[in-house]
């Protein structure tokens, strides 16, 4: 277990709420509750244009109704008569499927019953033979759609949505997208980009869940284990395709909400919140450096202590350092290079002496030239082939061809646990970045397992060790949601577009249930050319208002990885870089405090404008602020201009540059952004407004 003294964890504090009765009134005198009136039931009406099911509004549900058109099933979900959600129709068809390598669809509706709240549709298709069965199932909030073909053998089942019909889409997590996502692209909302995202499972490396929600406070849940296919605007079609890998049932939730914060808190009720958060304070107040973007795999003993020195005397202060990939002999080895890292143990203990803990890159993929990987593959600690599952799994990586353990074997699991053990004891290491998954489509899972449990247990792995500031990319699992690792994005580029989605990503994977986020390494990476100065600057500038700070390229000097060349820059960039810093650390604070609230709540800290004021219509499509808890807003400057536009929603904003108060909502245009500007603002009305204003102006 982690050294407690050191690595201490935001636990979940439970509260109890005592009612107290009016003095000389004691329990048994009390008058009679009055009955709370019978909530109404939902019911099923027909007519010529198909069927209608009403759900009265309850409690805090605003109720809804579903129209199903029977001439071609189709499903039209509406709140307060205004709709909310409506499935594509024509050609498309609402309810999909694939057999024959042909598209299919489900048509006219032949039958149906409604029974103990069940309403039950049967529809022919177009394929010859095969129908439709699908049952709906309505709770006050949201209704549960199961269906599936009979008389047929497809291998795909899918849902299409007329994207329109619900207003903007978010949610999904990193998304694959024609114009380069996620790497440099990750259109916020969805709808404003082309989404193509086959291979969208539970084994994918990317941060991902199949939840999406929109504007209209509609959501729909994908209950799968399966790979999923998933296009949203594909060529600008205007639809929504969410489609499964598998002939099993379909099942689905769509919720129906007030307001797109109450639609996620429907999501992270279903696969849990945070139980404690991973990170310690002081990861939270101060940078992680790791060495990935400063030297790729171009690092060894000499460089990696010169970084440490440079950083130390450049004030540029970070709780831990850590050395990512390319130290391993060979991948899986576990063991040094001798050559390019002579004496390990003296390496860690100079960056101990400069003030940082000391951290290594691990993976569970055992390369074929590694020593271990033959011992590992004749005791069966390695994944097996999915075709021939006498033989171990191979896999090509970035890095060449490996196996992969097998951690639901008890045995391979405790291998890799002790060699982990025992190489952070004898090199001084404190803590470790997982990389690389858990596991992979391309094998078999071990006997009585499935591919998603192996989520819950690389996050049980990994739970065992101080993951540093950085977590895991653990997704889709419950037991994901719940751990409270911190979420680090898939790698970036270096120019301003990577930046930019760096930023709406983090909302994206805040608002599908990871709360405790943080962008890719400042400055980004990719194998792309080394950040110019604005990009660095903005970088970190950005990241000072987000929970927490992931660093790597040096602002003192850096290697070029396209030209080998040292990238030297200038005095004012260290300056501004430390300014970041340390306005994060001020803001440290404040920080716990909403890290303690999203415990209790499931929140996301770093959330969307919309998230607070729903009901302003122009924070739906602003790409380039955020909320930090309730009472910062962030607007950085993520372009090369020298001025920006930025939006206020209602409430009494202090401007923190220029110590002026306005009331929103307002756009302010021409905001200008000299590199020493960091434009942010706190809601006064807010809880945490006076915290949040004496850290951001610096105040003693």
Known sequence: MRRRSRRLRVLFAAFSLTLALPVGLTAQ???????????RAPEVTSSADG????????????????????TQLAFTTRRLGTTVLATAGGDTGALRFRTGGGPQHATKVTAWSWKDGVLTLTADTTAAGATVEARITPSADRYHLDWQVKGAHPDRLGLAYDLKSAGHWYGHGEAVTSRGGPGTDQPWPLDSGEVVHPSFGPASYYMIDPFWYTSSAAGLHVDTGHVMDVAINEGKDGLGRFDIESADPY???????????????????????PAQSDATYEQYAKPVWNSWAQFYTHVDQAKLLDYAQDLHAAGLTGHTLQLDDKWESHYGNMTFDAKAYPDPRAMAQKIHDLGFDFGLWVTLWINLDSDQYQYAADHGYLLRDKADTAQPCRVTWWNGTAGIVDLANPDARAWYVGRLRTLMSDYGVDGLKFDTRFFDDRCAP??????????????????????????IRVHWDATAHRAGFVTRQVDKGTGWDSLRASVTQNLAISTIGYPFVTTDMIGGSSAQPAPGKQVLVRWAQSASLMPLMYSSTSPVDTIDVTTGRKVTYDQETIDLYRKAIAQHERLAPYIRDQVQQTLKTGDPIMRPLFFDFPQDKAAYTVTDEWLLGPAVLAAPQLTDG????????????YDVQHGTVSHGPKTVTGYDTPLGVTPAFVNLR?????????ALRGDD
């Open 29 to 39: 005198a009390q008058a009679p509750a009055q009955a709370a009136p019978a909530a």
């Open 642 to 653: 020298a001025s920006r536009t930025v939006h206020l929603p209602p409430g009494v904003w």
């Open 446 to 471: 071990h006997e009585g397992y499935q591919p998603t449990d192996y989520q819950r247990l690389g996050a049980e792995l990994a739970d065992e060790f101080d993951l540093q500031g950085v977590g």
């Open 251 to 273: 099942r689905a939730t769509v919720f129906v909400e007030s307001t797109p914060l109450e639609v996620y808190r429907d999501y992270v009720g279903i696969v849990g919140k």
């Open 51 to 70: 069927l209608t099911l009403t759900v009265p509004p309850s409690g805090n549900a605003p109720g809804y109704t579903l129209q199903v058109t029977t």
């Open 686 to 694: 807010a809880k945490g407004a006076a915290k949040a204003l004496r």
